[in-house]
């Protein structure tokens, strides 16, 4: 195909210890993270059931940790030969900033029952609601800073860049090398 087809795609050119460098951080960034999720998955099962509430919003919490992690390694098909598709990054990006900022909208609703067992006498245990103040930190912290792995990383920082001796300047579509693309070849049955 002819790369002019393509004008809305932006490429980046990143060197190849660069690009293995972003591959590394995103899957030691996502990895955690989806375990994370699973742990405090299992985690809510087990709290005192006065938590109702508070215990369905960390599970949806949970859900958020487990995508966002999920988003991490997916991130890696921005990279291609060399080059950081800035269009896919962004495809990236963008959800995980609306999980970033579900998540902290639903962990501050899970903190309200939490609060009033907190100060009122129940017969919730106290270990119980201990963990159950801590799981939604812990989520939060986790999905920030998955945020964070891939703002750094999708486009690489300037300070990234400078460190691997590259400018990060915005290119069109990588062009493949050889004779120019000739017309878009049509489909279907051949003419006579």
């Known amino acids: 195909m002819n790369p002019g087809h393509f004008l809305h795609l932006h490429y980046m050119w990143v060197s190849p210890p ?31 059931g006065d938590l109702m509430i508070a215990k369905l919003f960390l599970g949806i919490g949970a859900l958020c940790l487990l995508t966002a992690g999920s988003y991490l390694p997916a991130g890696r098909r921005s990279l291609s030969a060399g ?6 990054a962004a495809q990236v990006r963008r959800p995980l900033l609306a999980l970033v900022i579900i998540t902290a909208v639903l962990m501050g609703i899970a903190y309200l029952p939490l ?10 245990s106290t270990v119980s609601l201990v963990v159950a103040m801590l799981v939604p930190v812990v989520i939060l912290f986790l999905v920030v800073m998955n945020y964070l792995i ?9 300070a990234i860049l400078h460190r691997y ?14 004779p ?5 070849r049509r489909w279907g049955p051949p003419q006579a």
């Open 180 to 184: 120019p693309a000739g017309p878009p």
């Open 115 to 124: 609060v009033i067992h907190a100060t009122e006498p129940t017969d919730v």
């Open 150 to 158: 891939v703002r750094r990383s999708l486009p690489p920082a300037p």
């Open 83 to 88: 080059y950081v598709n800035l269009t896919i």
């Open 18 to 48: 660069l690009e293995a460098k972003i591959r590394y951080d995103l899957v030691r960034g996502g990895v955690p993270s989806i375990l994370a999720a699973v742990i405090s998955g299992f985690v809510v099962l087990f709290l005192d």
């Open 165 to 178: 001796g590259l400018s990060g300047e915005i290119l069109g579509p990588p062009t493949q090398s050889g």
